[in-house]
């Protein structure tokens, strides 16, 4: 729900799956449930049905993936091949997920995984491939990597190969299902898309995610409804200005993220920081890399 480019992040990828073509979402929630439902309802807003699994326990990766599954309209559907799309929830990413659907079912997968690329992969899940995009090896985070393809953050599976999932249970996807589908020789296959990609597991990489969505609208700035800035003022770098947000006289603003309400002073200068919404930063205060408020 953190605001990226003036929205929550989970905004993004809601409409991805919509313009995709998907009609329905689930959205599998835990710590902070209760703050998706007021903002994104039914979906109607969206174009696009949402759908809740909250968990009281949180279940690990695969664990979430089976127990949201069971929410799905289509649930109870015989056709066992019928794909459904998973995303990662911290992962802004500008991979074709048509291109993913089309290559999954061209492959006849089980299972695809969306993979990119990345020059140090010590971080992420490396996936090897055969000479036919099937994937041989998946191997979590190590310090010597065989590859520096990694596993991306959005699956497609069967319906058939998450009812193999155990429900109710503590699961990784990463550690366990994955591994016992390669084992069990079920057709999993990698789709390699090197377009933008970003983990957005860090305050730095959110913060990055934001300047990059406001680049992307060809802005210097993105100014919410009802903010203020002065004539005086400074504003660029990808920076957003939130909802009712103040930029006093001579503030210089850059790279930064000012939450709805906030109040920067006369004469502040900033670079690459978040203000919390409602927070007042005192003039001529200079700072980099800063979180206020928070």
């Known amino acids: ?12 990828q809601i409409l991805k799956a919509r313009d995709a073509g998907i009609s329905e979402i689930v959205l599998a929630t835990s710590f902070k449930a209760e703050l998706f439902e007021p903002y ?8 696009i049905s949402i759908k809740y699994a909250v968990e009281e326990v949180a279940l690990g ?17 015989s056709n066992g091949r019928a794909p459904i799309a998973i995303f990662n929830g911290d992962v802004l990413s500008g ?23 990345v020059e140090d992969a010590r971080a992420y899940g490396a996936v090897e491939l055969d000479d036919f995009g099937k994937v041989s090896a998946f191997n979590e985070k190590m310090e ?3 590859t520096n393809t990694i596993n991306a953050g959005c699956y497609i599976f069967n319906r058939d190969v998450i009812n193999t999932i155990p429900f109710g249970k ?3 996807v990463e550690r366990e299902t994955f591994p016992k589908l390669l084992n069990d020789g079920a057709k999993v296959f990698g789709f390699i898309d090197t377009s933008y990609w970003l983990d957005i597991g860090t305050p730095a990489a959110l913060l990055k995610a934001s300047r990059d969505l406001v680049f992307e609208k060809k802005l210097e700035f993105l100014a919410l409804e009802g903010s203020k800035i ?4 400074k504003v660029n770098g990808g920076s957003v200005i939130g909802r009712a947000a103040q930029i006093g006289d001579a ?3 850059s790279g930064s993220v000012i939450g709805d309400g906030a109040k920067v002073g006369a004469g502040a200068n900033l670079l690459n920081c978040f203000v919390a919404e409602g927070f007042e930063v005192p003039g001529q205060v200079i700072a980099e890399n800063n979180f206020f408020g928070y």
């Open 40 to 47: 994104f309802g039914d979906g109607a807003d969206f174009g």
């Open 230 to 233: 002065s004539p005086s003022a």
């Open 251 to 253: 503030a210089q603003i």
């Open 170 to 172: 503590v699961i990784s």
């Open 1 to 12: 729900m953190l605001q990226v480019a003036g929205v929550p992040f989970t905004e993004h």
């Open 144 to 146: 010597n990597p065989p």
């Open 61 to 77: 990766t695969g664990g979430a993936i089976s127990n949201a599954a069971q929410v799905l309209s289509s649930a109870n559907e």
């Open 95 to 117: 991979h074709d997920l048509n291109a993913q659907f089309e290559f999954h079912e061209a492959k006849g997968a089980d299972v695809t995984l969306y993979l990119t690329k």
